[in-house]
């Protein structure tokens, strides 16, 4: 079970799809959550930037008092009157004083203030006391003391000031980073808009690699519509211009094949004509043998041309009936061909192309192997027609070469049995008309086996 998921996982990750889908959703995840870092140093810096406002603010508030009633303001903090301020405890040192606070400082006060300012732990600003409201207070016990810190500076008078001013604790607002639901939702949004841009980004090279799919089986395909960005559609047309050269190049071969296998029967027939007036009957016969030959070969090249032309119209057809047909003619022509199962159903192929590739698979059969059984499958959405013989078979190492023109297997030597070797290459040529294949197999309990294999 685990091991094709990673198969499939692999396969995917290799593909265009899986690799784009991997690039995005790793960019946009690390994207977001830098954009996060930055957003909550930008945060915690507003955090500290505004309680050193309040700071300063509380800093200037009582030295704004101070320097319109002295003695009254001295008395009042001593006293810790004033909320929020009193004057700083004796002793307390300023072991990590904060630049920042005095900078900000010292631009209210001015330069001759030479203030000083920090934060200190609260214990120092405030010891425990009956006095003290988390002893006396209900519902406040173990509540953070406020946040204590000590600022000096020289007033406008010479006199060298000491406060300690107090602010409600705030406490930084945690980071949403630290909380994995968030990560999961950066991750999955990722992801869904990385699948999403992958897929489109991959569609107009999916249709191009199923337009060349079916132009490596047909050498009539449909062109591809040319619509998309100005890049697809130029990679459209020119695949398109391709295809058109493609088989503009192969009309000409077929025409001047065709041209050529036509013109030489002309002759032919005069050289029959005078063959028969040679006087030695057995030269005469080994002449007219040759002759028959050579008026084969002609013929066949000729089918060979028509083969490729690929001008008939698609139809539905049922195959069964097709193939019924098709071994009952046989039968009554005295061949040895056997219908042997069917696959039920229809297809959509090229009628007269289907007829002659399976004809000149069921004629080598027989030819070489004996006799031919006829059978049909459906399998994965295709339909398979099997056409096997009961012969010797061929060499493994040359099933692909008997679909190489003039190309015969040891087979067919023996006996001097006719043939030119060119009716697999016109069947294969067939199949290719209706977008299908023809293999070779040799069958585990001996013969072979012929297969066409087509969309169902």
């Known amino acids: 079970m685990i091991i094709p ?10 593909s265009l799809v899986g690799r784009i889908f991997l690039l995005l959703t790793v960019g946009m995840t690390v994207a977001a959550v830098l954009a996060l870092l930055v957003a909550e140093q930008a945060r915690h810096l507003d955090f500290e930037r505004w309680r050193l406002q309040r700071v300063v603010a509380s800093a200037v508030d009582i030295a704004q008092r101070l320097s319109h009633d002295p003695a009254r303001i001295e008395a009042m903090l001593e006293d810790q009157r004033i909320m929020g301020a009193r004057t700083a405890p004796r002793g307390v040192a300023l072991t990590d004083p904060n630049p920042a606070l005095a900078q900000a400082l010292e631009s209210r006060f001015g330069p001759h203030s030479n203030p000083e300012a920090g934060q200190v732990p609260s214990g120092l600003c405030f010891a425990a006391s009956k006095a003290d409201p988390n002893n006396r207070a209900a519902g406040l016990i173990d509540t953070p003391r406020p946040d204590c810190w000590i600022v000096r500076f020289t007033d406008e008078t010479g006199e060298r000031r000491s406060l300690a001013l107090y602010l409600p604790h705030l406490v930084k607002p945690p980071s949403n980073l630290a909380k994995p639901i968030y990560l999961l939702l950066i991750l999955l949004s990722s992801a869904g808009l990385a699948i999403v841009v992958a897929r489109f980004v991959s569609t107009p090279l999916r249709r191009l690699e199923r337009a060349a799919e079916a132009f490596s089986v047909s050498v009539d ?7 998309g960005p100005e890049e697809v559609r130029a990679a459209l047309s020119t695949f398109n211009l391709m295809q058109r050269r493609v088989r503009a190049g192969f009309a000409e071969r077929t025409q001047l094949l065709a041209a050529i296998s036509h013109d030489l029967q002309t002759p032919l027939t005069r050289l029959r004509l005078r063959l028969e007036l040679v006087e ?11 002759h028959q030959a050579m008026l084969t070969l002609v013929r066949e090249g000729l089918d060979l041309a028509a083969s490729t032309e690929a001008q008939e119209d698609w ?16 039968q009554d022509l005295g061949a040895p061909v056997r219908f042997l199962a069917g696959c039920g159903g229809t297809v959509r192929v090229k009628p007269n192309a289907l007829t002659r590739c399976v004809s000149n698979l069921v004629t080598n059969a027989v030819k070489y192997g004996g006799s031919a059984d006829i059978g049909c499958a459906r399998q994965g959405g295709r339909v398979l027609i099997e056409v096997r013989d009961h012969g010797p078979g061929i060499a493994p190492d040359q099933l692909d070469q008997m679909f190489e023109p003039f190309t015969r297997g040891a087979a067919g030597q ?29 069958a585990p309990d001996g013969g072979l086996v012929a297969t066409i294999d087509m969309r169902a």
């Open 414 to 442: 023996p006996g001097g049995r006719p043939g030119t070797g060119i009716g697999l290459t016109i069947a294969r040529s067939l199949a290719l008309s209706f977008e299908a294949s023809v293999r070779l197999a040799n």
């Open 315 to 330: 139809s539905v057809i049922d195959i069964d009936s097709l193939l019924t047909s098709m071994a009952e003619d046989a």
């Open 5 to 14: 998921v990673v198969a499939r996982a692999r396969n995917f990750f290799r």
């Open 221 to 227: 395909p449909e062109e591809i519509p040319e619509r």
């Open 280 to 290: 030695n009957e057995e030269l005469r016969a080994r002449l007219l043998q040759d």
